[in-house]
């Protein structure tokens, strides 16, 4: 960040100058004004010569959406910079240089400009916390208050790593019956739309009475063509209405999280991923020399879940009364019994961090095998789906043609 005056609003500049060897160096500060930034980049040692407002692209931001994968990729490079003994400023230079996504660069260069102003890194990406949580800047804080920043970095990095890969699986998992769903959808709807009209002509001079079957078949089509901008209108409102109601209220929030997780298949994938992310959470922030209340504080925000939410405040409230961690979690009967069998034999042996590592690696192999026999399982219910539909379909059709002889002897 460029500038500390935080009741004015902050605008991003380009600058071009010379560093203190001459060298003709560039780059983007935040900052309120150019004045403010020419001040900021004096004393890094920078002769500003250009200092102006970028200006912003045509169509769009232009920077592209920073993802929660871009954050795991820029902290593993910066955990090999730092671990080989590069400087953390001229880390996050190289760093920066490679990174594609302008607004990811930019954020980069944010960080580096405030760290180079003489603020720790803990605070600098303190300052973006779309993009790091809590649970990201206690631990670099920690690794930076200890002297072992770059092996903290490495930590950090293999937490976010693993837990981006599980969430990667757990969408897997949810698109796939989702786009079963939609592919059905779309196709039944070009079939009442366009193909059954066509047939339902045809019908027409036949002169006798339909199968019951055909019948409702042509009058759903009938329907469907006449108010499908209603239906279309009705779906969106029904996605957006959850999608807010979820948002603004965290009534509807928890009751999603209570449905998931009874849901068929589905609900044991997200439980086996809450369980290994439980278990990463507490591992990182355990071995990182976090207090154990205070890492319980930031697992109950890692669970996803709010049933497992509220269960680790109820593990932290037990605990800091002097209920061993093994018997806090037994208390809440959510959690398997492997876990709490490694949670005991780790707080007896002084290795609960290196346990709960075991437990966290383990249930993310059971995530991916889940998802993997979803998908096997899935596949054979598509043909399905898609045959009983689209089937059902060709058969109202076909059935007057069947019954035309009748009618023609008659």
Request: with cysteine; proline share 4%; glycine share 8%.
């Amino acid at each position: 960040m460029a500038t500390s005056t935080a009741t004015m609003k902050s605008n991003q500049f380009v600058w071009e100058g010379t560093d203190r060897k001459g060298n003709k160096t560039r780059g983007e500060m935040m900052g309120a004004n150019p004045a403010i930034v020419k001040a900021q980049l004096r004393k890094q040692g920078i002769v500003p010569r250009v200092v102006k407002k970028k200006s912003k692209p045509l169509f769009g931001s232009g920077g592209g959406k920073i993802k929660p994968m871009d954050i795991a990729v820029f902290t593993r490079q910066l955990a090999t910079m730092t671990k080989a003994g590069v400087p953390l400023i001229q880390a996050f230079d190289i760093v920066g240089e490679g990174i594609e996504k302008p607004a990811m660069a930019t954020m980069v260069n944010q960080i580096k400009t405030d760290i180079a102003s003489g603020n720790s890194m803990a605070s600098s990406i303190a300052k973006h916390p779309r993009y790091f949580d809590d649970l990201f800047c206690s631990l670099i804080n920690a690794g930076e208050q200890s002297g072992s920043l770059e092996t903290m970095l490495d930590r950090v990095a293999l937490y976010k790593e693993k837990v981006e890969a599980l969430k990667a699986k757990i969408k897997k998992a949810m698109t796939y019956p989702i786009a079963v769903i939609s592919v059905a959808v779309i196709v039944t709807g070009i079939l009442l739309i366009f193909v059954v009209p066509e047939f339902a002509k045809t019908f027409q001079s036949f002169g006798s009475d339909l199968p019951a079957f055909t019948q409702w078949v042509v009058a759903l089509s009938e329907f469907v063509q006449a108010k499908w901008w209603l239906i279309l209108a009705i779906g969106i409102a029904i996605f957006f209405a959850i999608k807010e109601a979820k948002l603004r209220s965290k009534g509807v929030a928890d009751w999603i999280d209570r449905f998931v997780l009874k849901i068929p298949i589905v609900g044991d994938i997200i439980y086996k991923s809450i369980i290994a992310r439980f278990s990463r959470t507490l591992a990182t922030t355990f071995a990182a020399g976090v207090p154990l209340v205070d890492a319980l504080n930031s697992v109950a925000g890692a669970t996803g879940n709010v049933v497992y939410s509220d269960a680790v405040i109820q593990i932290r409230d037990d605990v800091t009364t002097g209920t061993q961690l093994n018997q806090a979690i037994r208390a809440t009967g959510l959690f398997p019994t492997m876990l709490l069998q490694m949670v005991s034999i780790g707080e007896e042996s002084g290795a609960l961090d290196d346990m709960l590592d075991k437990v966290a690696n383990h249930y993310e192999a059971e995530v991916d095998n889940a998802v993997d026999s979803l998908t096997s399982l899935l596949e054979p219910m598509i043909m399905a789906v898609l045959g009983v539909l689209v089937g059902g379909l060709m058969v109202a059709m076909y059935l007057p043609i069947f019954t035309l002889g009748n009618v023609i002897g008659g």
